[in-house]
């Protein structure tokens, strides 16, 4: 069973630095596109950032500049470089994938669990 495993939240005061991972478990035939996103309290979940399996990246507007996304295609892992974080950036992050487990069946689309990231002093 396919599955996405986040880690590396946490608590980190304004103007810090935090880096998520998102592993990818389970038998795996191909992982296309990844990507990060992120709901604050009392409101949507938005795209934070994007990446193909050849390492293109699309960020949203607010985290230009500030957040970087990469990949291991040999790991199977995604990760979020997060510096001069701010206050809104506090929220629950997500991984996505859209990923052809082995055997039968067509690619399908993941969701991590989701961890929590608060900036504040």
């Known amino acids: 069973q396919v599955q996405l495993v986040e880690s590396g939240g946490g608590l980190v005061q304004p103007g810090g630095s935090l880096r998520l991972s998102c592993a990818a478990t389970?038998?795996?035939?191909?992982?296309?596109?990844m990507g990060w996103y992120r709901q604050a309290p009392g409101k949507q979940r938005e795209l934070v950032g994007t990446?193909?399996?050849?390492?293109?990246?699309n960020y949203a507007d607010s985290v230009k500049g500030r957040f970087t996304i990469s990949r291991d295609n040999t790991r199977n892992t995604m990760y979020l470089q997060m510096n001069s974080l701010k206050p809104e950036d506090t929220a629950v992050y997500y991984c996505?994938?859209?990923?052809?487990?082995?055997?039968?069946?067509?690619?399908?689309?993941?969701w991590g669990q989701g961890t929590q990231v608060t900036v504040s002093s």
């Open positions: 996505n994938a859209l990923i052809h487990p082995s055997g039968s069946g067509g690619p399908k689309s993941y």
């Open positions: 389970g038998s795996i035939y191909t992982i296309y596109t």
């Open positions: 990446i193909t399996s050849g390492g293109n990246t």
